[in-house]
């Protein structure tokens, strides 16, 4: 009978035991998660590569700007000759694409500020349905910058009508945009993330 008793209990999990077996299992599990999910984000670009105050760009945004612009210039290069086109290196075009893409960020504040948030958006519109059916120019648009309507809309459209609106604004108080952009770059708060690159208080520089 005592050798049944002592069987018995041997077989039964300690509650410690238990729950430390419990809780390494959910562990793994939530880290299997973490990696999973981090892994789809890699894969799919969405982490971040530049953030400009609680504006955050993604890495897909970043690579669609970028390769729009190579794809410009090489366009160029075939239609005015590469003697004719300044000569730029990869790095270049990386450079001039994340300042530009700070600027936007800026930009965007900047007009928000001087009509209300709320109303930027129905501004914007506006001047964007005063451009006619972009939607014809298409075909052309993917083959000049490797972009479809509602890319171009985003990456370009949108961020000059908000630039247009700022300079309007500004203009009407006497003060200039560049001006104005010199003063927000050098206050702007800016964490840049591509390898080879750095903010180094007002502009995007190349790391030597």
Avoid at 112 to 118: D, F, L, N, T
Avoid at 187 to 198: C, D, I, N
């Amino acid at each position: 009978m005592t050798d049944y008793i002592e069987t018995e209990q041997s077989q039964t999990a300690h509650p410690l035991l238990a729950s430390t077996h419990s809780r390494s299992r959910i562990m793994l599990a939530a880290l299997g998660g973490i990696l999973f999910a981090a892994f789809a984000l890699y894969i799919y670009g969405v982490y971040p590569v530049l953030v400009v105050g609680s504006h955050i760009v993604s890495a897909q945004t970043f690579q669609k700007q970028y390769s729009a612009a190579l794809l410009y210039v090489d366009n160029a290069k075939k239609v005015y000759g590469e003697s004719k086109i300044q000569w730029v290196t990869r790095d270049d075009i990386k450079q001039s694409v994340l300042q530009g893409l700070v600027e936007v960020s800026l930009v965007h504040d900047g007009a928000s500020a001087e009509v209300g948030s709320g109303n930027l958006a129905s501004i914007v519109s506006q001047k964007l349905s005063n451009l006619g059916d972009l939607g014809k120019l298409d075909g052309e648009l993917a083959a000049l910058y490797g972009l479809h309507e509602k890319d171009f809309e985003a990456a370009v459209l949108i961020p000059q009508a908000e630039k247009d609106i700022l300079t309007g604004r500004l203009f009407a108080k006497g003060a200039s945009y560049d001006d104005w952009l010199r003063g927000a770059e050098a206050s702007a708060r800016v964490y840049l993330f591509v390898p080879g690159f750095k903010w180094d208080g007002s502009a995007v520089q190349k790391m030597n």
